[in-house]
């Protein structure tokens, strides 16, 4: 009696190791497949896509580490008129569009700058707009306009 009662442990035993095992080694393989999925943050379109993994230690990977992309909105002498915060899984697409600011007109990007589309990684990204200053026109004093 008392063997079949350690047989019967053992079995078990064998069969949770298997479990673990696919768990481990089969399943991640499936559990992620392409899935586009866009998400909008003011103008800034997220764009996340999840691709199949090949180990649990990946698929942990794929969830729980994050990353951001720091958008910036600056006039030509460099002060920040506006910022946008990007924050989104490791490898997830990003893409920044220029925004309207009132007598303004952006003029390019700064060179130091991380390009308005890409993934978003470990280390954080900022991506620089920078914009000009519209001059208002002189005013013609003693002018008439007909």
């Given at each position: 009696m008392?063997?079949?009662?350690?047989?019967?442990?053992?079995?078990a035993?064998?069969?949770?190791?298997?479990?673990?095992?696919?768990?481990?080694?089969?399943?991640?393989?499936?559990?992620?497949?392409?899935?586009?999925c866009?998400?909008?943050?003011?103008?800034?379109?997220v764009?996340r896509?999840?691709?199949?993994?090949?180990s649990?230690?990946?698929?942990?990977?794929?969830?729980?580490?994050?990353?951001?992309?720091?958008?910036?909105?600056v006039?030509?002498?460099?002060n920040?008129?506006?910022?946008?915060?990007?924050?989104?899984?490791?490898?997830?697409?990003?893409?920044?569009?220029?925004?309207?600011?009132?007598?303004?007109e952006?003029?390019?990007?700064q060179?130091?700058?991380?390009?308005?589309?890409g993934?978003?990684?470990?280390k954080?990204?900022v991506?620089?707009?920078?914009?000009?200053?519209?001059?208002?026109?002189?005013?013609?004093?003693?002018?008439e306009?007909?």
């Amino acid at each position: 009696m008392m063997e079949k009662a350690k047989s019967r442990k053992w079995l078990a035993v064998v069969f949770m190791l298997i479990i673990v095992l696919i768990t481990i080694y089969v399943v991640p393989k499936f559990i992620l497949a392409e899935t586009p999925c866009t998400t909008t943050i003011g103008e800034i379109a997220v764009c996340r896509k999840f691709t199949k993994v090949n180990s649990a230690a990946a698929l942990t990977f794929e969830h729980n580490q994050q990353g951001k992309v720091i958008v910036n909105y600056v006039d030509e002498y460099g002060n920040i008129m506006m910022t946008d915060t990007i924050i989104g899984n490791i490898g997830a697409k990003y893409c920044c569009k220029t925004r309207e600011f009132p007598d303004y007109e952006f003029w390019c990007m700064q060179c130091d700058s991380a390009s308005r589309e890409g993934k978003i990684e470990i280390k954080e990204q900022v991506v620089t707009f920078v914009y000009y200053k519209l001059e208002a026109l002189p005013s013609l004093s003693g002018v008439e306009n007909n």
